[in-house]
Structure formats: C-alpha cells, structure tokens
C-alpha cells in the first residue's frame, strides 16, 4: 500500500462547479497535511495547510480526519484557472526521520 | 526576493558524463531535498539533509550524490548519468521548527529537466 494514495482522475468539470478530492495516509503518527498545486512541468507550490479543525480560504476548503486517516480538498464555483494537479503531502515519521510524502496527484480540468 | 534556485534548468549530457545540478535557498533553512519527478510515479525523494554537513539517502538514491557544505547550498550530483535519471528535478527547502519537527511548507525551485542520452 502506498504511503499518500491519490484518485489520479482527470477530473473534468464545467466551470462553476464544485469539486472535491480525497487523499489517504497510511502513517497514524503523521503531523502536517498540505494540498500543493502543480501546473504541467512546473514546480509545486503550497495550496494550503490543512488544519484538524478544517480551514477554508476562499473557495478552497480543507479537511482532515484522523480517525480514518485521509484529508480532502473542496472547491467550489471552479475556474478555468483551477485546472491543474493537486499533489497531497504528508509529513511523517519514518524510521526515526522526519520527511515529506506526496501523492501521485490528481488532475483537474476546468472546462469553458 | 524568498527563493529557491536551481541550475541548470535544462540539459541534454551523455552517458557517463559527469555533471552537478546546484540548488541553493535565501530563507536560512535547515531542510534541504532533492526529488525527481516521473510521469505515473509522482516525486520521489533522492536525497535530504536536515543540516550542514547532516545527509540522509531518501527512497530513490541510486546513482546519486549530494553534500551540505554550507546552509544554503545543497548540489545534487551525477557521477556517471544513465539514460533512466532522464527526468524532471526538484530541490526544496523548509524551515525546522523548534521541536526538530518538519512541519512548514517546503519551497521548491523552478526545475531541472534533465535529459541523458
């Protein structure tokens, strides 16, 4: 099983709609959870944290569930400018050693 | 400007010919990390270093090399470059909180595509 597993999609998506991503973690002792965006053969960049409570920025939402170990990314009213991949990232313990865990990714399509 | 800076961006070499991809930060950070990126396979990490002079193999460090000689500089090194490390490199850096733990964002460069025939 994978660390950090991601539905690679694509998602395609008329504009205006909401769509939501799901990302599971195999590590229970993990401790920060982050949504990067990665535009096609560019570097990742932060998205959001997210935070046990759940945050929102803007029309982006976090989740986390620790109890079943996946965290989700909601967003709402899509805009072409959203089609991207969506990398999760897990920080984790690993053998005594901090480090970063990403999932595969998932593609979103906004279409016109 | 915060940044992260890799070099080159692009390179087409030869087999066996030795080459260094450098990568240095402006934000003072104790974390350092390489990662290659593959279609299908995601990023992988090469190789990290949570210090000076403090390396760390990651999951993919076969037929790589790196050193931290100084805080902002972390250089990712091909001795002998085969045409399976064609591919797309990221270094990123992050701050250490005080617990020792990684917690923050991690900052990444623009890329290097790398290409080994």
């Known amino acids: 099983r994978k660390e950090v597993e991601q539905d690679p999609g694509p998602f395609n998506v008329p504009e205006g709609a909401t769509v939501a991503f799901n990302c599971t973690y195999s590590?229970?002792?993990?401790?920060?959870f982050f949504w990067y965006r990665q535009d096609c053969r560019k570097e990742p960049k932060l998205l959001m944290s997210?935070?046990?409570s759940g945050n929102e920025d803007g029309r982006f939402t976090a989740q986390l569930n620790r109890a079943s170990q996946y965290i989700s990314l909601l967003i709402r009213d899509s805009k072409l400018s959203d089609s991207a991949t969506y990398l999760c990232?897990?920080?984790?313990?690993?053998?005594?050693?901090?480090?970063?865990?990403f999932g595969t990714g998932t593609r979103l399509k906004v279409l016109a | 400007e915060a940044q992260v800076t890799q070099n080159p961006r692009y390179l087409i070499t030869v087999t066996g010919k030795k080459l260094t991809v450098t990568c240095s930060q402006n934000?003072?950070?104790?974390?350092m990390s390489w990662y290659r990126q593959d279609p299908g396979l995601g990023l992988r990490q090469i190789y990290y270093?949570?210090?000076?002079?403090?390396?760390d193999k990651g999951d993919v460090p076969e037929g790589y090399k790196v050193s931290r000689k100084e805080k902002r500089n972390f250089p990712l090194i091909l001795e002998s470059p085969s045409p399976n490390q064609t591919s797309l490199y990221f270094c990123?850096?992050?701050?250490?909180?005080?617990?020792?733990?990684?917690?923050?964002?991690?900052?990444f460069g623009e890329g290097s595509r790398l290409t080994v025939l």
């Open positions: 990123a850096s992050s701050l250490r909180s005080r617990t020792s733990r990684l917690s923050g964002e991690l900052f």
């Open positions: 590590n229970s002792a993990s401790q920060s």
């Open positions: 997210v935070y046990s």
């Open positions: 990232v897990v920080n984790g313990e690993t053998s005594g050693t901090y480090k970063y865990i």
């Open positions: 934000m003072n950070h104790e974390y």
């Open positions: 270093s949570m210090n000076v002079e403090v390396t």
